[in-house]
């Protein structure tokens, strides 16, 4: 609001100035009148056409003189325009679009806009130095070219591409990383992914570049290279990512069984496996469990020093019930812990089973306690 509000008391100084002058007229003009560019580039010219002091009324426009093999047009609202309506002390914008023949010669070539109207005319000359622009040129610079954090984390630099040339360009995007990195461009305060975009000449647009690792990347300084292209013009971006080191631990049954039968009053042998899938060893891991009243759960090992990444590492934990044990499912868990707060666990459902031992004894005790009593109806029973 106070930027329009400024825009407007400067507007009116300039009015108030013209009319303190004594302008009446009408007054055509553009920013830059004389410009140079590349061979066989178009060109687009805003211009701007102003009523000082004139009752309102329709102003025919035109280009008068155009160099031969040009097209010359005058365009306002995305169409052609012949003529212009202002209202008293009002103005209108139009674009003056030049286009070159296909072979055009370096050189200084004239152009002559007219405008005609209300019983006054304005013209404006414009040249265009042919063979005199700015060389196609791209940029890339970056927020924080260095980046920190486990591979788990998500990368993501701010990174500024600029058009340096004189001329729109549609600009692709490209990178260098190491295998099985995956990065993305998008444009900043945006959801889409792009592996191009337009820039208008001498613009300059921001893009967020996020760069996703595989879990198990070891810990290590990586390079990371962004190129953009466009044509001749060609910008190289070299980044910066320290990955730091994270253990991260699996811990399960050998089979991936998590239960199984266990005999009362005896030792049951359940293996295990510790694997690290991290990027950093797994230190100072120890084993324990949650038991129920009565049973004895032992490791071995019951420590293990490090676990290299890709390591594993096989357990045995020997779970022995309650001799009271009666049958039935039975919940054990068996956890994990190490340094920097690494913790795993696992519940594992033991299903409590009597010896086939005693089994045994008893069918003895039955068929003893069956020859006894044949016995003794054999000796006595005839008596």
Known sequence: MVRKLLTLVLLGFGVAL????????????????????????????????????????????????????????????????????LAPDGEATLTLRLQPPKEVKPGTYRFLVRAEGLGHTASLPIGLVVGQGLPQRLSLEAELPILKGPPTSSFRYRVTLKNESDRDLLVSLEYEAPKGWQVTFTPAFSSQQVTSLPIKAGESKDLDVEVSLPKDTKADTYGLTLRAAAGEAKAELALTLEVTGRPEVRFTTKEGRLSGQVVAGRENAVKLVVKNEGSAPAKNLSFSAMEPSGWEVKFEPDKLDALDPSQEQEVTARIKPSPKAVTGDYMVTLSLSGSDGLSESLDYRATVVRSSLWGLVGVGIMAVALLVLGFAVNRFGRR
């Open 18 to 85: 013209a009319q303190a002058q004594g302008f009446r007229g009408l007054s055509l003009g553009t920013s830059y009148p004389e410009i140079g560019v590349q061979p066989g580039e178009s060109v687009n010219l805003t211009l701007t056409l102003k009523n000082y002091g004139l009752p309102p009324g329709v102003v025919r426009v035109q280009v008068a003189e155009a160099p031969q093999g040009w097209q010359a047009s005058l365009i306002g609202g995305g169409r052609l325009v012949r003529a212009v309506y």
